[in-house]
């Protein structure tokens, strides 16, 4: 086998990752400090995860400070083997993007459910996962950072069981990353995915004949060697009209067609293995049908399916909740008191900008309790305003809302979600935590 064809053939043969490394990082994460200061626990006393969950403590136990996110354990599982079980039956596999939840946890749970690898969007991503032991991981974006090529090539050439995948789309990040690659000592190929793009969007070569001559640059190099093709087919938007399926469709398939160019033109080694990839949380049903039957591994890189969101996702994801077989459930829900009813159509709640995400839509108002545990009646209640710690509620000017009641929200877009909390609960169905899901940034 030549030089080459053993490079191409590595991301096939790598574990997406490391079991004992995995077990090791997360028993870390479970024995590392709490501090009082983190936001929802200043009054529980605890001083790890393990001793959270160890206690059992409630939701609304009366140690816990609010606003809080939590995490259903019933909805989170129920995602996580759905999504597997799905991709099984279309004949894809998943790499998961973490920058979605950036938890350890999470994503240990997505790679024991038999993930592919994982996606990561910048090179301190990969970095992390690699370091509570990912084996292969798809970087999807253009590494142009010079530091991180640097230990990039460290990486790749100290550990043989270390799989990156990376995305080139012009010649100039070719040559640079040629350059770094070689003046840091490189000792592997680096395998690419020519990226492929739409006129005034994202990255990504804006026509077949520029893609190839991307992949042509990087058959010229001794540091790269081309792996397949890839897009993201989100940027056509987030609804499912007939129009935004057809454009999603047919986007799909340029990419299966500049992934046969690059093998039937000998720019993938024949010996090694196309990859296909494409698939963020709103279209996975079209790129699998679109690019499953080519003589290629299809990797979806969906990653908002693991805790799914009542706005962005909800809508418009292919598998909706009461679907059947498949479904997916919101899983992320925010806690937070009614703080004062200054009139009799407004409530104002303690969580704001700073706790929910808003950059799609703003939260949703799922339910009201009392402190005594009863459910309030608060139809027709709906968030119309964020402050940095404050959510406008106008309500019927009837509601039964009062000071001290707690709301729970639900969100829109969970990767806006997760980058505002560092320590999370994960809660069964009677409000137990049961687990504590860390985000590293």
């Known amino acids: ?26 028993n870390a994460w479970r024995e590392r400090p709490i501090e009082p200061f983190e936001t929802g626990f200043t009054g529980t006393g605890a001083t790890t995860a393990a001793e959270l969950v160890d206690r059992k403590i409630r939701l609304r136990g009366g140690e816990l400070t609010f606003p809080l996110m939590v995490i259903r354990e019933s909805a989170l599982s129920s995602n996580i083997a759905t999504m597997a079980a799905w991709c099984a039956d279309q004949r894809v596999e998943l790499a998961p993007h973490g920058k979605t939840t950036m938890s350890p946890e999470l994503i240990a749970r997505q790679l024991e459910a038999g993930a592919w690898g994982m996606t990561a969007a910048t090179i ?7 370091d509570f032991g990912v084996r292969r991981v798809v970087l999807a974006n253009q590494l142009v950072d010079p530091a991180g090529i640097s230990w990039l090539a460290r990486a790749t050439t100290e550990d043989p069981d270390l799989t990156v995948i990376g995305y080139v789309d012009s010649r100039e990040g070719v040559a640079l990353l040629d350059r770094e690659l070689t003046r840091h000592g490189a000792t592997r190929r680096l395998p690419v995915l020519v990226e492929l793009g739409l006129t005034g969007r994202r990255t990504g070569a804006r026509s077949m004949e520029a893609a190839m001559a991307v992949a042509q640059a990087v058959a010229n190099t001794s540091t790269l060697a081309v792996a397949g093709a890839t897009g993201y087919e989100g940027v056509v938007g987030h609804g499912r009209t007939p129009e935004q399926l057809d454009a999603v469709a047919a986007f799909c398939r340029d990419i299966r067609t500049l992934g046969l160019r690059l093998r039937d033109e000998g720019l993938v080694d024949p010996a090694g293995e196309l990859l296909l990839s494409a698939g963020g949380s709103t279209y996975f049903d079209v790129v699998a049908r679109e690019l499953v039957g080519e003589p290629a591994t299809v990797v979806l890189r969906s990653g908002g399916y693991v805790t799914h969101d009542e706005g962005l ?5 292919p598998l909706p909740t ?32 700073r706790d929910l995400p808003f950059d799609v839509e703003l939260p949703v108002v799922y ?21 940095d710690q404050h959510a406008f509620i106008d309500l019927p000017r009837d509601a039964e809302v009062a000071v001290g ?10 990767c806006t979600a997760f980058d505002k909390w560092r320590v999370i609960p994960v809660l069964d169905d009677d409000d137990r935590i049961v687990e504590i899901a860390h985000t590293l940034f």
């Open 313 to 317: 996702y909800g809508p418009s994801t």
């Open 1 to 26: 086998m030549t030089e080459r064809s053993e490079v191409m053939n590595q991301h096939r043969m790598t574990h997406a990752y490391d079991p004992v490394a995995l077990s090791t990082a997360l």
């Open 405 to 414: 009641d707690l709301v729970a929200f639900g969100i829109s877009h969970p």
């Open 367 to 387: 339910r009201v309790v009392s402190p005594e545990g009863s459910e309030r009646h608060a139809v027709g209640a709906v968030v119309s305003a964020l402050n």
């Open 124 to 130: 301190g991503q990969v970095r992390a996962y690699v």
């Open 322 to 353: 009461g679907g059947s077989p498949y479904e997916l459930r919101a899983a992320l829900e925010v806690w937070a008191y009614v703080l004062s009813r200054p009139e009799p159509g407004r409530a104002l709640v303690g969580a704001g900008r």
